[in-house]
């Protein structure tokens, strides 16, 4: 304890001493002496010590004071040299604020980029700045900051255009750059020199010190006590749990400190866990230490002198400072860079920054995090100075990767992370890469890292470690460095640059040699593989790289010497690469069609491929430029064209293309042997999938494909083919000499035909790309946007899209732009999204036509989605169903001679062959897809054939001739038909239906293209019109057929309609929300008609009095759903029960702070008019037997016992609790309310008048009270028996008579289930179904549900009858009749017992002790529960009192008391309004004013004086109408009366109607002024209540009436301004941090800090996070949030269920961004927002929880409560 003893001991002393400290005159001493860094680190050796780490517990308040005033103080008097008060307000005068707006980004800041303007995507600006600048008008991306990085406002080289917003905008006045040195005197700058170098050393010296127990030269404490700290260090091994437990056992603390630790550790890197003596310490560090070596390297822990840490601790502090200081004015900024960068003793990289950098590694987070901050606010914000700490950073950059690599903190507590801020300005990384060699050493680095090399010095990923893969991620963030240097393209060149670049792209070679042909597979024939082939790794490398890739290639294109020369090295690497390529192979001979060539034997099926081919790839892309920028015509002798071999350009590309088309053919599956095995397939798969992916493919498959394009150009085209066909093994085939006879006669083996088939059309779709594709700009003569414009008709050709899905669609640049929206416009129209769904992009029908179905870029699938579609738009628009190819751009000169491929030799021959194995289909195996691709081809010939002859000029011969050549006859064997008879022949065979309009359109092509050569010369255009009118006959024959079709196919639709809907039935259960609504409205609007047909239509209705209208006697039959069987309601039947779902809610809440009550003794029998609280009750409306339902629970219950006990799989509903789902529509239920028949109205003879009333009930009230006190065990506080009435026996009452239930044991049985299970989810307590607040639960929940359903109407803006769904009449019918039998299943006495106290708060009594004031009670409750409990009193009653009758007197004098309780409570009149009605409710305004003014003799002063009754009136009559409404709802659903048709529909004169309904007069006040004499007594009564007097005198939480409906709070329209919102809240619990995932609560407005242990809390025993805490102070156990960083919804339900929802805010393109990844701006949709506020007003949050997760059961998992 010598710690706290100190603790209080110290200040005491030290305050004299502290006292008659004089900060001017310490300054006044440090100007006199010679050595003063002597003398200041005197003064912090004996001061520091005193101020800092006195004790175990930090008081960082008291400390910075004292810092300020000790330490400071003198520093900046001696710098200023008068009062810092005043200097420091001199220099900020003549400060020149920086341009740069710098605003260092908080964590979750919301940050703005402009996608038209910035230079790169990591130039953002921040909220204000943003708001002021011109790009708010300009297509902009919103992100979140993950903190660190600063606004770049202000940076001219970071904006293209607006570099300033309105508030950075330079002054054009005093732009000039002057020095900023040049306001301050010499005397100043030297102080100012000194004292910063002082201080910056001294920071240095202590965050770099490394001894535990000593302390720098100059700074030993005078005097050191045995004081310690045991300092816990940070480490990403160890989880948070690990170091809460052992903290725990090491340092005896409790749950709650050990997770305060963890946290600051977390956050700040290091915390003491442990004050005082060495041993002490010593003790806890060992025990940490063993604690944590078990499993992996212990936690770093050290004992530190508490001295060390002080000064430590200061000088984070002198850091602060620092940064404070030079804030004031730019000249002293620029003399601490100078102070930081000034070459120490040491020479070489001993400045101070340099040092500080360079035991960056070994600081902890909190001291990194300091100095980080101050250099950004120094060093980055002084332009010429960021220069020459570039360089520095420059020259530590190998050291400082290498340290960051073996460091384990992330990125962002990095000194290397600082590189954005240099590297991505153009100025300083084109400095940087002329001077320092930058991009040099960082591709140098970055190999230096990668050391796992094959024999041949390639890399090799395999038995990779995860300590490897660990460092081999963190490696990576050189390759983001490179990307930021390479961002910006150079605009000139100079020699240095030109030089130094190349000098880069030859190590980049090298890198990528150590790439080409890495990680290479061979087909296993065998069984067996040893291991999983590694291949992520490789793959990553590759992905990483890919941009990297295509900004060399844009850098080389912008100056024809460097790609020269860049191409030359590449070629040369590829030589190098395939040196010993063909060594010791005897080449072979190929030959066909009289064509041979010779070539390597080689087989992809039984040889090493790899798929990493990046040198070949790159050369690919250079040969591209060569001809994009024409240096290939200009400057050919430069070249090196001569030295290529075209065989050895495609030969690695080409093996690659065949691997994928054989692992597509199967041949690389090995049936189904061992899982590794599959494994390795599925592995190979997936590298091909990524191959082909949109990320990956521009660098891989598409330069491939150019590469072939390349390479065949140069060939010729028969050679090209046969080396095809002999790499995909297909060569013996068309080279025999019969291949027209069905080359699958002999061959029997399924699977070979099978893969060879696959093969085959593998390989004529190589060829049609090859011939093709021209899109590439420089491959094919187009612009630039063609290509994307292409891709984007393509996609769309599938179907519509939304944005986003194209976005993924397309391969994005370094700067994550597709430039889709240049072109998006002109080939799609945009349609805007419903209330679901997202806005789509659908093609523009004039694209269709530049449909290929063989687009490069399809997968399988996209190809057949896209062939259904386009075909279906055919049918539709009545056209043919030929998909012929589109018309192609012209090659660029440098391939042109690809389209000579169609026409060779090799090909007819193939195609030939096709064809005719497709005439005999019996002969062989061929397939129908093969025969479309060999359609396609002659299709591209014909069309190329076609454009040639319109594009030649008239002299010109066009030697492209593909129709001579198809119809000139097979050349082997002699004399076969040309292909074009066999597509003649073809036309007619019956098994070729489906391309039969292709084969048509071809023979239409030929004919006019023979037409167009005969003609050519002269008379070219008249052949094209007439042969378009040829054309058009044939077309009109073509419809008339189709419209035949068309029929047919109508009349066959009908047919499957009708089949159809006999499958519904079973459809709807599985697509059940879909049919949910549309469902109810048919059952709705039937029930309606039926329901209300005139039945007594001169009658009006009245549904409570004797004078109610009698219910139609219908039986009642409903279908049980699960056994199908029909069955009558009625009371002596088997029970009928609905599933009902039943939860505690404060939807309606008025006082969302009530504290929760008590459940054990909380009296539910009186509701307060604030409703916080309520029980809500909903039903799908789905019947069933009650022991149907039994039978199914139990057999829910047995499967899920089952369940639990083989693995612990999580349901979405809770069996143990009694939840389950609805056996149809799989709707959460957690109890069942069984159907009961409707009361039978009574033959009503004279019914007694409310005074006769009175007294009767008075009477019965009187005989139940001294009949229970009978039953009351003698003693217990009974009330003294004064009074000799012991038991007035009033004839015809007969207290000791039993009544008999008339129900039947089943139904018994369910009015104990759905009393117990109310009770149990309303109280939230064990179920007891003897328990007397059973009923009282059960008739609070009807009127509760009622009041939220009369709500839902209101805000629905829909009519009080007839636009209930049926399964709310039906639950609402259930609910009140319940109401009033489940007294039959309660004990009398209880029952009555509760009627007699809510009689007694209308009717004051004597004998019930505490009543509540009407001010605090709930009317439509009251009325509900009395009118349900009268039921046991009424039992035994034989005196023929109608139940009718006692209903409506209670209804009357419930809406008197209604009426006097808004009276009291009607706020003061607003004179605003105006007034005078004109005399037409004149009459009700003078009654009311004279029942108010009675109310005011009873209350006096504490009511005030009101003018006029018109005010009163109006609050009356709007008060009151919820009221009347709910209890229409409850009569009717109660008594089963018709409802008016007037109330149907929302028409004027509702009131008038609604009254007659309820029996009332109009004019409300009459329930008053006729009975005066009676009622006055009652009101009397009321008003002295003392609770009245209290409320009214207090001013007290008043309810004023109507209460409005609870909406979700309001939200701002703009999505960032949320995030700025959030990112400036601070976690409640950890003092000031950012919390992580704030989330807001959209009930109540709260912001928490979500999904985070320091605001964790413990609920029923459980720990939970703050969302679920919240839901049960602020939602009763439901909650509905907005995750703000994630721009989600989330939805919580108890503890452990959830989901999320998508957020009410969508961009521009109708879409939502869950999880902020688009960066789009976001809006809030109202409509979206209204709709999840309508969820929740239904109480349909939980069922929506279970329906999300039954559709995806990963939500089961999800650890809802911890969030
Ligand atoms: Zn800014
Ligand atoms: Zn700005
Ligand atoms: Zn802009
Ligand atoms: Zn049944
Ligand atoms: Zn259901
Ligand atoms: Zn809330
Ligand atoms: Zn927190």
Known sequence: MAAAESDREVPSALCTEFLNFSAKDTALKWLQVTDLYKEVYQHLARYVPKIYCLGPNLNPQSEDLLAQLLLQAPLEWYLCGEDPSTGLAKLEQNNQPSQLCGHVFRVGE??????????????????????????????????TSGGGGFCDCGDTEAWKKGPYCQKHEPNISDSCQEDPLAHLSTDMIARCYNVFAIVLKYAVDMLTWDKEDELPPGLEPPDRGDTYYCMLFNDEVHTYEQVIYTLQKAVNCTQKEAVSFATTVDRDGRKSVRFGDFAFCEQAKSVIVRNTSRQSKPLRVQVMHSSVVAHQCFALKALHWLGHVIGYSDALRRILCQVGLERGPEGENSSLVDTLMLCDSKMWKGARNVYHQLFMSSLLMDLKYKKLFAIQFAKNYERLQSDYVKDDHDREFSVTDLSVQMFTVPS???????????????????????????????????????????????????????????????????????????????????????????????????????MEPEWEAAFTLQMKLTHIISMMQEWCATDERVLIEAYKKCLTALTHCHSGFTDGEQPITLSMCGHSVDTIRYCVSQEKVSIHLPVSRLLAGLHVLLSKMEVAYRFPEQLPLSELSPPMLIEHPLRCLVLCAQVHAGMWRRNGFSLVNQRAHSVLWLQIYYYHNVKCRVEMFDKDLIMLQAGASMMD???????????????????????????????TN??????????MEEMLHLIMMVVGERFEAGVGQVEGCDEIKREIIHQLCIRPMAHSELVKALPENENKETGMERVIDCVASFKKPGVTGRGLYELRPECAKQFNLYFHHYSRADQSKAEEAQRKLKRQNGEDMALPPPMLPPFSPLFASLVNILQCDVLLGMLGAVLQWAVEPSGGHWSESMLQRVLHLIGMGLLEEQQQLKNSSEDHDVSFNFTLKISRPGEAPSNTASVLALLENLQNAPHLEVHKDMIRWILKMVASIKTMRELTASTYTVTASGSHGQEEMVCDKDKAERKRKAE?????????????????????????????????????????????????SDAALVCVGPRRSRPREKRQVVTCILCQEEQEIRADSKAMVLAAFVQRSTVMSKNRKRPPHDPEHYDPLFMHPDLSFGTHTGSCGHIMHSHCWQRYFEAVQAKEQRRQQRLRVHTSYDVGNGEFLCPLCECLSNTVIPLLPGTKGSNSCEQPGLGQWLKISGQQIKAMHSAHRKLQPVGVDAVEETVEEQCPATENFRIDYTPMSPYSSTIKEMLTTFGTATYKVGLKVHPNEQDPRVPIMCWGSCAYTIQSIERLLVDEDKPLFGSLPCRQDDCLSSLARF??????????????????????????????????CILDIDMLHLLVSVVLSYGSVHSQDSSGLSVDAVQLHFFHLITVAHMVQMLLTSGPEEVTMEQESGGAEREEEEDICALYNTLRTHLGSSLPEVASGWHLWRCVKTGILPYLRGAALFFHHLNGVPTPPELHALCPGQWEVLCGYLSLPSNLLQLYHSQKELLEPLLYGWCS?????????????????????????????????????????????????????PTLCLVCGSMLCSQSYCCQTELDGEDVGACTAHTFACGAGVGIFLRVRESQVLFLSGKTKGCFYAPPYLDDYGETDQGLRRGNPLHLCRQRYRKIQKLWRQHSVTEEIGHAQEANQTLVGIDWQHL
Request: proline share 4%; hydrophobic share 35%.
């Open 110 to 143: 919301p940050t703005y980029s402009c996608r038209e303007c910035a230079a790169d995507p990591t130039c953002v600006l921040c909220m204000q700045c943003f708001l002021g600048s011109v790009h708010k008008e300009h297509r902009y991306r919103m992100t």
């Open 428 to 530: 300083l990384a084109r400095m940087l890469i002329t001077e320092e060699n930058l991009m040099t050493t960082i591709i140098r680095t970055f190999v230096d890292h990668l050391r796992h090399r094959d024999l041949q010095g390639r890399f090799q990923f395999e038995r990779y470690t995860a300590q490897q893969a660990f460092k081999f991620r963190r490696v990576q963030s050189l390759i983001g460095d490179l990307k930021y240097v390479l961002i910006s393209r150079p605009t000139e060149w100079s020699d240095q640059l030109r030089e130094k670049f190349l000098e880069g792209l030859d190590t980049f070679l090298e890198l990528f040699k150590c790439m080409q042909g890495m990680d290479p597979v061979v087909r296993q024939v065998g069984q067996h593989i040893e």
């Open 717 to 747: 085209p028969n050679h090209f083919l046969m080396i095809v066909l002999s790499r995909f093994e297909l060569y013996h085939i068309f080279s025999s000499a019969d291949c027209r006879k069905s080359y699958n006669r002999e061959n």
């Open 750 to 759: 399924k699977d070979v035909v099978q893969q060879n088939n696959t093969l």
């Open 1048 to 1096: 047919m196919a109508r009349l066959r639709r009908e047919k499957i309609m009708a089949q159809m809907s006999e499958m519904q039935r079973h459809f709807i259960n599985e697509n059940k929300e879909l049919f949910q609504q549309s469902l109810e409205e048919l059952y709705a609007s039937t029930s309606t008609s039926l329901e209300h047909s005139p039945t007594s």
């Open 1379 to 1412: 109401g009033s039998a489940c007294w039959t299943a309660a004990s009398q006495p209880s029952v009555q017992g509760h009627y007699i106290r809510l009689v007694a708060a209308l009717i004051p009594d004597p004998q019930v002790e505490t009543s509540p």
């Open 1585 to 1637: 209540h003392p609770g009245v007097r209290q409320t009214l005198q207090e001013g007290g939480v008043l309810v004023s009436f109507p209460r409005e409906s609870n909406s979700l709070i309001d939200l701002p329209d703009d999505y960032s301004a949320l995030i700025n919102q959030a990112s400036s809240f601070t976690c409640p619990k950890s003092g000031g941090d950012k919390s992580r995932a």
